[in-house]
């Protein structure tokens, strides 16, 4: 059914050709699945679904632990994943590999030196990874149901990803050209994150996630989650951090909510 799947979408993309028609059912998973979809602005609509349709076509979908990978997991998944690179495009995406898709939660083993020199190996379980070797493992079960408002799995992995494609993430994922432009993303991000640090180590309720606090990597996920899914609440609660994820993505979410009759 995979292959199946994969075999339809290249048959649907002459490889260059931008108007290749986007099937209905596709469309309304995304609707459904993918509220920010819902609002796009009809130019952007168009955009993403070309990107939807070459990321499936591009990306390989490898289901793991049994679980075989279905159009409607790879569309929602492209759906979300997308939406990163609404502007910049999927050149963004160049070092995305492949997507692994487990069930649910899933162990993920790891080698760590200790003091003494030994290698000692340990097991934890996740539902999300993201490597800098191109590679996106997804807990299916996280992806449809996220952990609560403002949470997405996906926009988060796919964040790290962005970040991670300079080499090691720092959250500085940035293109900007100009040094006044890196330096006001390297003050707002280093000032917010401090702050979230702060606010999370006294146990405040903040908009952004408080695993944000772990690192400015984390921290520039964690955002990415919050400016796509709740980009009003972040434009209000933190509009320099807003503005600043504005700038890095090239889209302003918080402008296509909330338009009369538009739902969200
Ligand atoms: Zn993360």
Redesign the pocket.
């Known amino acids: 059914m995979l292959r199946g799947a994969g075999q339809r979408a290249r048959s649907w993309l002459p490889l260059g050709s931008p108007e290749t028609e986007f099937p209905e059912e596709w469309r309304a998973c995304l609707h459904q699945h993918v509220p920010l979809c819902t609002v796009l602005p009809e130019g952007l609509r168009r955009s993403h679904e070309n990107l939807v349709l070459k990321f499936i076509a591009r990306k390989p979908f490898i289901g793991c632990a049994g679980l075989e990978v279905t159009e409607h997991m790879r569309v929602l998944i492209a759906g979300h994943a997308c939406l990163l690179v609404l502007a910049r495009g999927m050149s963004a995406y160049a070092q995305v590999r492949e997507i692994l898709v487990y069930p649910g939660e899933f162990v993920a083993r790891r080698a760590q030196v200790g003091s003494d020199g030994v290698v000692q190996e340990h097991a934890q379980v996740l539902r999300g990874e993201s490597s800098s070797l191109g590679q996106v493992v997804l807990s299916w079960a996280d992806v449809l149901s996220p952990a609560g408002l403002g949470h997405n799995l996906v926009v988060?992995e796919f964040a790290?990803q962005l970040d991670q494609a300079k080499g090691g993430a720092n959250g500085a994922p940035f293109t900007f050209a100009s040094t006044p432009q890196r330096q006001r993303w390297a003050a707002v991000m280093s000032r917010e994150f401090e702050q979230h640090r702060r606010n999370t180590a006294l146990g405040e309720q903040t908009l952004l996630a408080h695993y944000g606090a772990t690192s400015p990597a984390?921290f520039f996920?964690v955002c990415s989650e919050v400016f796509f899914e709740l980009p009003q609440a972040m434009r209000y609660v933190h509009p320099a951090l807003y503005t600043e994820l504005s700038r890095y993505y090239r889209l302003d979410p918080a402008a296509w909510v909330g338009a009369p009759g538009e739902r969200r």
């Open positions: 988060h790290h984390e996920a």
